[in-house]
């Protein structure tokens, strides 16, 4: 089993829908968490950090759930601009950050 | 602030050359990793570093891999021979691991590597 996992997709959506991304992470131990995205051809760019109470920014929620080891990321009103690959990251104890292999999403007007 | 900065940008070479990628973190950060991205395999993490001090190259492929961090400034990733299999896109990011934000990472602009 991969230490983070996420569902490859792609996701495609219209423009103004909600979309959902799910995240499990296998070490029950993991301290921090985060949502980076990827444009095509560029470097990964934080996101969001993802904190235990849950957090909101602008379009884009996030939420962790410790007790089934998952984040989530929602993105309301989808716009074209947010077509990308979402990577969910992971800390676990000490240095390491774990990236899952990201989610790719394209919005369609 | 100058984000993460590497260089080259693009990078092609002939199967054997040596190669020399370079990476300048983000002043204050004490964390440096380099990752490499490939379709194939997604983003792999190579090596990362604290304080300067390698703590994990688990990820190194083989030896004709090699890094190192002289200062807080300064890193550099050497492939020799390289081979066509190193083909990748090449990433260094930076951390800083205590105060605001911490443990969220900063990545370059990448390295553009072809072998052929």
């Known amino acids: 089993r991969k230490e983070v996992e996420q569902d490859p997709g792609p996701f495609n959506v219209p423009e103004g829908a909600t979309v959902a991304f799910n995240c499990t992470y296998s070490n029950s131990a993991s301290q921090s968490f985060f949502w980076y995205r990827q444009d095509c051809r560029k470097e990964p760019k934080l996101l969001m950090s993802?904190?235990?109470s849950g957090n909101e920014d602008g379009r884009f929620t996030a939420q962790l759930n410790r007790a089934s080891q998952y984040i989530s990321l929602l993105i309301r009103d989808s716009k074209l601009s947010d077509s990308a690959t979402y990577l969910c990251v992971v800390k676990t104890g000490g240095f390491k950050t774990i990236f899952g292999a990201g989610t790719r999403l394209f919005v369609k007007a | 602030d100058a984000g993460v900065i590497q260089s080259p940008r693009h990078e092609v070479t002939e199967m054997g050359q040596e190669v020399t990628l370079r990476c300048k973190p983000i002043s204050g950060h004490n964390s440096l990793f380099w990752y490499r991205q490939t379709m194939m395999r997604g983003l792999e993490l190579l090596i990362y570093f604290n304080n300067n001090v390698p703590i994990d190259d688990s990820g190194m492929p083989e030896d004709r891999f090699s890094a190192k961090m002289p200062n807080a400034s300064f890193s550099t990733l050497k492939i020799q021979p390289s081979e066509p299999r190193d083909s990748a896109v090449y990433f260094c990011?930076?951390?800083?691991?205590?105060?605001?934000?911490?443990?969220?990472?900063?990545f370059g602009p990448g390295t553009r590597l072809t072998v052929t």
């Open positions: 990011a930076s951390r800083r691991t205590s105060g605001v934000n911490s443990y969220e990472q900063y």
């Open positions: 993802v904190y235990s």
